[in-house]
């Protein structure tokens, strides 16, 4: 059973270019999240979302920023236009069940997006 | 907002010390407290969890205490080993888990 997949791990972009990151959950996993980890720091959470529905997304900027998890396929993180500060480690993680108050959250290995 | 505080930030210890980390937590509504591990340029794995209807719970060398009425909770590493050397993250549960900002645990041989 394949875990969280994510792709690409890493990846460059010049100012002003669009990045878009996958995210397939693992099987039968239904709930989807995106987190981002600044070099040394925590991973902050950004939106949370099921199928062809966006959850919550309090914690992603309203700008440049979007989250779609479509019926068939992986989930895309796309930032455009990105800036230096978007430049950190991308992780999604996925739930079996909605979590509420409880349960684990199977993560990716993380896409680390380089804003040059 | 609600926030989790983790100490301290780096910890350095000799291989077979102990080691623990404290957190504390904002929202009293708070009842599900995981522990995750990040080796280096992987993603965060679970290796214990506590809710809040228990004080203490233990897996092998890994322990993790819950203190409700003071919003504290801990995880402690008995023995430690260098392979336990990598960076532990506390949080609260819920669809927006809430992270610590990490504490990277060294083990020296």
């Known amino acids: 059973n394949a875990g969280v997949m994510q792709n690409p791990r890493h990846l460059v972009r010049r100012r002003g270019q669009e990045a878009r990151l996958r995210c397939s959950p693992m099987k039968g996993h239904s709930h989807v999240y995106w987190y981002r980890q600044l070099p040394e720091e925590g991973l902050k959470f950004m939106v949370y979302?099921?199928?062809?529905?966006?959850?919550?997304e309090s914690g992603m900027p309203k700008e440049r920023f979007s989250a779609e998890f479509p019926k068939e396929g992986p989930s895309i993180l796309r930032i455009q236009q990105v800036v230096r500060g978007d430049s950190a480690a991308y992780f999604c993680?996925?739930?079996?069940?909605?979590?509420?108050?409880?349960?684990?959250?199977?993560f990716g290995e993380g896409s680390r997006l380089t804003v040059l | 907002g609600e926030n989790v505080e983790q100490h301290p930030s780096t910890l350095s210890v000799q291989e077979g010390d102990s080691a623990v980390i404290k957190c504390t937590y904002s929202?009293?509504?708070?009842?599900?407290f995981p522990w995750y591990k990040q080796e280096l340029g992987k993603g965060p794995q679970l290796i214990i969890d506590?809710?809040?209807?228990?004080g203490e719970k233990k897996d092998q060398r890994i322990a993790v205490t819950l203190n409700k009425t003071a919003k504290h909770f801990s995880l402690h590493i008995t023995e430690t080993q260098p392979e336990d050397s990598a960076v532990y993250f506390c949080a609260t549960g819920g669809f927006k888990t809430i992270f610590g900002a990490g504490t990277r645990l060294f083990v020296k041989a």
């Open positions: 979302l099921q199928k062809e529905n966006i959850i919550d």
């Open positions: 506590i809710r809040s209807n228990v």
């Open positions: 993680a996925s739930s079996l069940h909605s979590l509420e108050n409880t349960g684990e959250l199977f």
């Open positions: 929202d009293s509504a708070s009842n599900y």
